[in-house]
């Protein structure tokens, strides 16, 4: 029988685990749970107050903010590791590169950017995650995400 993987119906924390038990060709059945489901905590995290916000203005600098100081920060620094490192992390590929590509791909939906496009080797490392064996036929598969509040 098959380990079952709980998650919400999103591509966000889940869809590391994902590639990685499609890269290694275990059998999974991937439930998705609605956002009826979700916890509600009060979370202050900029992220959550950009997704949040409707005013449009305010939205456009919230924005900036996350990219030119949060996004920027990290990412600039994974990038230079990834450098250093042969392209990856720890010198070969492991569980932190698809991480990265869940969160990339997360935070790119939510933000509605490439955030990689700025970082090179994040973006050599997306895109060599998304065409390995199981992985890309999963996400060809499943297609874009489509969040509903």
């Given at each position: 029988m098959a380990k079952k993987l709980h998650y919400?119906?999103?591509i966000a924390l889940a869809e590391?685990?994902?590639y990685i038990l499609h890269y290694t060709k275990q059998e999974f059945e991937d439930v998705r749970h609605d956002h009826r489901f979700w916890p509600n905590p009060e979370f202050?995290?900029?992220?959550?107050?950009?997704i949040k916000e409707t005013d449009p203005e305010k939205k456009k600098k919230?924005?900036?903010?996350?990219?030119?100081e949060t996004i920027d920060f990290f990412f600039s620094r994974l990038d230079k590791d990834l450098k250093e490192n042969g392209g990856y992390f720890s010198?070969?590929?492991?569980?932190?590169?698809?991480?990265?590509?869940g969160l990339v791909e997360a935070s790119n939906y939510f933000l509605d950017t490439e955030l990689e496009k700025k970082y090179p080797r994040v973006e050599a490392?997306?895109?060599?995650?998304?065409?390995?064996?199981?992985v890309k036929e999963y996400v060809e598969?499943?297609?874009?995400?489509?969040?509903?509040?």
């Open positions: 919400f119906n999103f590391p685990i994902r202050k995290e900029k992220v959550v107050t950009f919230l924005k900036r903010v996350i990219m030119d010198g070969k590929l492991s569980w932190v590169e698809f991480v990265l590509c490392i997306i895109k060599h995650i998304k065409s390995l064996p199981g598969a499943r297609g874009p995400n489509v969040f509903k509040q």
